[in-house]
Protein backbone atom coordinates (compact mmCIF):
# COMPACT_ATOMS: atom_id res chain seq x y z
CA UNK A 1 0.00 0.00 0.00
CA UNK A 2 3.19 2.17 1.15
CA UNK A 3 4.80 1.40 -2.06
CA UNK A 4 1.16 1.89 -4.27
CA UNK A 5 0.89 5.09 -2.80
CA UNK A 6 4.94 6.14 -3.22
CA UNK A 7 4.31 5.20 -7.38
CA UNK A 8 1.44 7.33 -7.40
CA UNK A 9 2.44 10.42 -5.72
CA UNK A 10 5.63 10.01 -8.19
CA UNK A 11 2.84 9.98 -10.84
CA UNK A 12 2.36 13.20 -9.80
CA UNK A 13 5.43 14.70 -9.59
CA UNK A 14 5.86 13.63 -12.76
CA UNK A 15 2.43 15.92 -13.59
CA UNK A 16 2.76 18.91 -11.89
CA UNK A 17 6.73 19.44 -11.45
CA UNK A 18 7.09 17.97 -15.35
CA UNK A 19 4.24 19.09 -16.33
CA UNK A 20 3.47 16.10 -18.45
CA UNK A 21 -0.31 15.22 -18.40
CA UNK A 22 -1.46 11.81 -18.03
CA UNK A 23 -2.95 10.44 -21.00
CA UNK A 24 -6.05 7.57 -20.95
CA UNK A 25 -3.85 4.92 -20.75
CA UNK A 26 -1.61 6.41 -17.99
CA UNK A 27 -4.79 6.98 -16.47
CA UNK A 28 -5.89 3.41 -16.63
CA UNK A 29 -2.21 1.97 -14.84
CA UNK A 30 -2.65 4.20 -12.02
CA UNK A 31 -6.31 2.41 -10.89
CA UNK A 32 -4.29 -0.43 -11.61
CA UNK A 33 -1.71 0.73 -8.95
CA UNK A 34 -4.55 1.98 -6.72
CA UNK A 35 -6.46 -1.83 -6.86
CA UNK A 36 -2.51 -3.69 -6.17
CA UNK A 37 -2.75 -0.96 -2.85
CA UNK A 38 -6.62 -1.86 -2.26
CA UNK A 39 -5.64 -5.05 -2.07
CA UNK A 40 -3.17 -4.64 0.24
CA UNK A 41 -5.03 -2.46 2.42
CA UNK A 42 -8.37 -5.13 2.92
CA UNK A 43 -5.35 -7.83 4.01
CA UNK A 44 -4.30 -4.69 6.93
CA UNK A 45 -7.89 -3.78 7.42
CA UNK A 46 -9.78 -7.10 7.51
CA UNK A 47 -6.60 -9.61 8.03
CA UNK A 48 -4.77 -11.86 5.60
CA UNK A 49 -7.49 -13.43 2.93
CA UNK A 50 -6.56 -15.17 -0.13
CA UNK A 51 -9.35 -13.03 -2.16
CA UNK A 52 -7.27 -9.82 -1.40
CA UNK A 53 -4.54 -10.71 -2.43
CA UNK A 54 -6.50 -11.69 -5.95
CA UNK A 55 -8.07 -8.07 -5.76
CA UNK A 56 -4.33 -6.97 -6.13
CA UNK A 57 -3.63 -9.60 -8.77
CA UNK A 58 -6.07 -9.23 -11.20
CA UNK A 59 -5.16 -5.22 -10.74
CA UNK A 60 -1.66 -6.52 -11.37
CA UNK A 61 -2.54 -8.29 -14.19
CA UNK A 62 -5.29 -5.35 -15.46
CA UNK A 63 -2.06 -3.11 -15.35
CA UNK A 64 -0.19 -4.95 -17.19
CA UNK A 65 -1.80 -5.57 -19.92
CA UNK A 66 -2.46 -1.64 -20.03
CA UNK A 67 1.47 -0.93 -20.01
CA UNK A 68 2.04 -3.89 -22.15
CA UNK A 69 -0.11 -1.73 -24.73
CA UNK A 70 1.55 1.10 -24.30
CA UNK A 71 4.69 0.10 -24.77
CA UNK A 72 3.63 -1.86 -27.84
CA UNK A 73 2.11 1.40 -29.36
CA UNK A 74 4.92 3.31 -29.26
CA UNK A 75 7.18 0.00 -30.32
CA UNK A 76 8.25 1.18 -34.07
CA UNK A 77 11.65 1.88 -34.68
CA UNK A 78 11.93 6.16 -34.62
CA UNK A 79 8.75 6.55 -32.45
CA UNK A 80 9.66 8.97 -29.21
CA UNK A 81 7.44 7.31 -27.14
CA UNK A 82 5.24 9.54 -24.66
CA UNK A 83 6.51 11.79 -22.40
CA UNK A 84 10.17 11.73 -21.09
CA UNK A 85 12.17 8.81 -20.60
CA UNK A 86 13.30 8.25 -16.85
CA UNK A 87 17.29 6.11 -16.67
CA UNK A 88 16.12 5.70 -20.16
CA UNK A 89 13.06 3.66 -19.78
CA UNK A 90 9.39 5.52 -20.65
CA UNK A 91 6.72 5.78 -17.56
CA UNK A 92 5.16 2.93 -18.83
CA UNK A 93 8.05 0.84 -19.51
CA UNK A 94 8.42 1.10 -16.10
CA UNK A 95 5.25 0.45 -15.03
CA UNK A 96 4.26 -2.85 -16.98
CA UNK A 97 7.98 -4.00 -14.88
CA UNK A 98 6.28 -2.95 -12.05
CA UNK A 99 3.03 -4.91 -11.96
CA UNK A 100 4.85 -7.78 -13.56
CA UNK A 101 7.13 -7.74 -10.48
CA UNK A 102 3.66 -7.10 -8.34
CA UNK A 103 2.22 -10.48 -9.94
CA UNK A 104 4.92 -12.12 -8.88
CA UNK A 105 5.92 -11.53 -5.44
CA UNK A 106 1.72 -11.89 -5.00
CA UNK A 107 2.17 -15.48 -6.59
CA UNK A 108 4.82 -15.85 -4.29
CA UNK A 109 2.59 -14.61 -1.34
CA UNK A 110 0.23 -16.98 -1.79
CA UNK A 111 2.17 -19.88 -1.52
CA UNK A 112 2.96 -19.19 2.19
CA UNK A 113 -0.59 -20.64 2.62
CA UNK A 114 0.39 -20.55 6.90
CA UNK A 115 -0.79 -17.07 7.09
CA UNK A 116 -4.13 -17.64 6.32
CA UNK A 117 -5.94 -18.54 9.66
CA UNK A 118 -9.39 -18.86 10.04
CA UNK A 119 -11.56 -16.11 8.52
CA UNK A 120 -12.66 -13.63 10.81
CA UNK A 121 -16.37 -12.23 10.54
CA UNK A 122 -16.21 -9.89 7.82
CA UNK A 123 -17.27 -6.54 9.39
CA UNK A 124 -14.54 -6.91 11.82
CA UNK A 125 -11.74 -4.54 11.49
CA UNK A 126 -8.27 -5.35 13.12
CA UNK A 127 -6.93 -2.62 15.22
CA UNK A 128 -4.68 -0.08 13.76
CA UNK A 129 -0.86 1.37 15.09
CA UNK A 130 -0.22 4.40 14.06
CA UNK A 131 1.91 4.00 11.24
CA UNK A 132 -0.90 1.75 9.75
CA UNK A 133 -3.16 4.36 10.08
CA UNK A 134 -1.24 7.07 8.27
CA UNK A 135 -0.33 4.85 5.33
CA UNK A 136 -4.11 4.44 5.00
CA UNK A 137 -4.86 7.64 4.72
CA UNK A 138 -1.81 8.89 2.99
CA UNK A 139 -3.50 6.06 0.06
CA UNK A 140 -7.04 7.37 0.60
CA UNK A 141 -5.65 11.34 0.30
CA UNK A 142 -3.71 9.65 -3.42
CA UNK A 143 -6.87 8.21 -4.62
CA UNK A 144 -9.29 11.27 -3.52
CA UNK A 145 -6.74 13.63 -5.05
CA UNK A 146 -6.34 11.09 -8.53
CA UNK A 147 -10.15 11.87 -8.49
CA UNK A 148 -10.04 15.32 -8.51
CA UNK A 149 -7.25 16.09 -10.74
CA UNK A 150 -8.80 13.43 -13.71
CA UNK A 151 -12.13 15.65 -13.29
CA UNK A 152 -9.88 18.89 -13.93
CA UNK A 153 -8.02 17.03 -16.83
CA UNK A 154 -11.16 15.19 -18.59
CA UNK A 155 -14.08 16.96 -17.25
CA UNK A 156 -17.32 14.56 -17.54
CA UNK A 157 -17.02 13.20 -20.86
CA UNK A 158 -13.66 10.88 -22.17
CA UNK A 159 -10.32 12.20 -21.64
CA UNK A 160 -8.35 13.17 -24.71
CA UNK A 161 -6.23 10.85 -26.24
CA UNK A 162 -2.63 13.42 -25.80
CA UNK A 163 -3.76 16.11 -23.29
CA UNK A 164 -2.03 19.28 -23.65
CA UNK A 165 -4.33 21.11 -20.75
CA UNK A 166 -6.70 20.83 -18.44
CA UNK A 167 -10.12 21.08 -19.80
CA UNK A 168 -11.60 22.24 -16.68
CA UNK A 169 -9.33 24.83 -16.28
CA UNK A 170 -8.96 26.56 -19.36
CA UNK B 1 -16.14 9.43 -17.39
CA UNK B 2 -12.60 8.60 -16.80
CA UNK B 3 -12.93 9.79 -13.20
CA UNK B 4 -15.79 7.52 -12.37
CA UNK B 5 -13.12 4.30 -11.63
CA UNK B 6 -11.27 6.68 -9.39
CA UNK B 7 -14.45 7.94 -7.19
CA UNK B 8 -15.39 3.93 -6.91
CA UNK B 9 -11.90 3.28 -5.60
CA UNK B 10 -12.26 6.19 -2.65
CA UNK B 11 -15.75 5.23 -2.18
CA UNK B 12 -13.80 1.93 -1.55
CA UNK B 13 -11.66 2.79 0.78
CA UNK B 14 -13.39 4.79 2.90
CA UNK B 15 -15.76 1.87 3.13
CA UNK B 16 -13.04 0.38 4.28
CA UNK B 17 -11.95 2.09 6.49
CA UNK B 18 -15.14 2.67 8.36
CA UNK B 19 -15.33 -1.12 8.75
CA UNK B 20 -17.75 -2.42 6.17
CA UNK B 21 -15.19 -4.68 4.25
CA UNK B 22 -18.02 -6.74 2.17
CA UNK B 23 -19.37 -3.02 0.66
CA UNK B 24 -15.88 -2.63 0.36
CA UNK B 25 -15.17 -5.45 -1.97
CA UNK B 26 -18.55 -5.14 -4.08
CA UNK B 27 -17.25 -1.11 -4.93
CA UNK B 28 -13.67 -2.52 -5.14
CA UNK B 29 -14.67 -4.98 -8.14
CA UNK B 30 -17.48 -1.88 -9.51
CA UNK B 31 -14.09 0.13 -9.75
CA UNK B 32 -11.77 -2.63 -11.43
CA UNK B 33 -15.19 -3.25 -14.03
CA UNK B 34 -15.43 0.22 -14.71
CA UNK B 35 -11.63 0.22 -15.44
CA UNK B 36 -12.03 -2.12 -17.49
CA UNK B 37 -15.04 -0.79 -19.50
CA UNK B 38 -12.90 2.68 -19.67
CA UNK B 39 -9.61 0.44 -21.30
CA UNK B 40 -12.01 -1.25 -23.79
CA UNK B 41 -13.25 2.29 -24.62
CA UNK B 42 -9.79 3.20 -25.42
CA UNK B 43 -9.02 0.57 -27.59
CA UNK B 44 -9.15 2.01 -30.69
CA UNK B 45 -6.04 1.55 -32.48
CA UNK B 46 -5.27 -1.60 -33.91
CA UNK B 47 -1.90 -3.03 -31.80
CA UNK B 48 1.32 -2.16 -33.58
CA UNK B 49 1.95 -6.23 -33.78
CA UNK B 50 -1.29 -6.56 -36.00
CA UNK B 51 -3.32 -8.70 -33.31
Known sequence: ?170 | MMAAPFLAFAVSIALALGGRARSSLLVLGLALGLSSLAFLFHLSDPLIIGL
Open chain 1, 1 to 170: MLAASCVLLGAYVVQFAGGELPCPLCLLQRLAMLGVGAGAMMNVLFGVRPRYYGVSLVSAIFGGVVAGRQVLLHAAPGDAGFGTPLFGLHLYTWSFIAFVDVGVILSVMLFLDTQFTAPTEASDRLPLGRFALGVLLVFFAVAAANVATTVLLCGLGPCPGNPVRYLWLS
